[in-house]
């Protein structure tokens, strides 16, 4: 079955540093591969979507990246704020059984610093 | 985006009563939801996929009759935790799916804000 490892350890940067974080899968590749951002105690918010045949998306000070040689995806977010410290989640959309369903990892805390 | 909302945001019940959580699409139709389940620090673990009108599809090793879902409308799931234990306590999140079209991203899923069930 799919696995999808992200950094389990925390994330600790400087504010206005680049944060870049990184999601491995196994097995076959997704058609799509998201980035969500989670608040303690809130659902994940969708931030970045990425298709197999696209190398490489931007969204304001967010980027993503897909790899799919190495079956890897990195999500950076430049000139970082405090703002930015959440759980990013990196989700793989996978057909099976006649549907679509997103498969995550457990996430990546980030905590930006003043 | 569009908003997807979860009643109650909290629930602490005693073992063996049931509980029931809903889930909207307030301001488009979703013919599609899903009902996630996360542990602390965990991933979020996708519980079963419902269609309007139909049957849910549950993942392996989620008890269908433990864990009902009702989807009769475009725009109201429903997840039912029967028999509540300890070992059911966990954070309950669903998504609804737009269908493609303008005002959505293609695939873009929708979560709700998530409930918190808590079982004495």
């Known amino acids: 079955s799919q696995k999808i490892e992200q950094n389990s350890e925390a994330l600790n940067i400087q504010e206005g540093k680049t944060a870049t974080l990184t999601c491995n899968y196994t097995?076959?590749?997704?058609?799509?591969l998201q980035w969500y951002r989670q608040d303690p105690g809130r659902g994940p918010v969708f931030l970045l979507l990425?298709?197999?045949?696209?190398k490489e998306k931007r969204k304001e000070r967010l980027k993503v990246t897909f790899d799919t040689t190495h079956k890897q995806s990195l999500f950076h977010i430049t000139a970082s704020q405090p703002a930015d410290s959440a759980t990013y989640l990196c989700?793989?959309?996978?057909?099976?059984?006649?549907?679509?369903?997103?498969?995550f990892g457990a996430g990546t805390r980030l905590a930006v610093h003043p | 985006g569009a908003v997807v909302s979860q009643h109650p945001s909290r629930v602490i019940c005693k073992s063996g009563t049931s509980v029931k959580i809903e889930c909207r699409s307030l301001?488009?139709?979703?013919?599609?939801m899903f009902w996630y389940r996360q542990f602390p620090k965990q991933s979020l673990m996708l519980m079963a996929t419902?269609?309007?009108?139909?049957?849910?599809?549950?993942e392996q090793g989620v008890e269908k009759d433990k864990f009902l879902i009702n989807h009769a409308s475009l725009t109201l799931s429903t997840l039912t935790v029967t028999s509540a234990h300890p070992e059911d306590s966990s954070f309950y999140i669903c998504?609804?799916?737009?269908?493609?079209?303008?005002?959505?991203?293609?695939?873009?899923?929708?979560f709700g804000p998530g409930t918190r069930l808590t079982v004495l």
């Open positions: 301001d488009f139709q979703a013919t599609t």
């Open positions: 990425i298709r197999e045949n696209e």
């Open positions: 419902s269609n309007e009108g139909s049957k849910a599809t549950y």
């Open positions: 097995n076959y590749s997704p058609a799509y």
């Open positions: 989700a793989l959309l996978m057909f099976s059984g006649g549907y679509n369903k997103l498969i």
């Open positions: 998504s609804a799916r737009e269908p493609a079209g303008e005002k959505s991203s293609y695939n873009e899923q929708f």
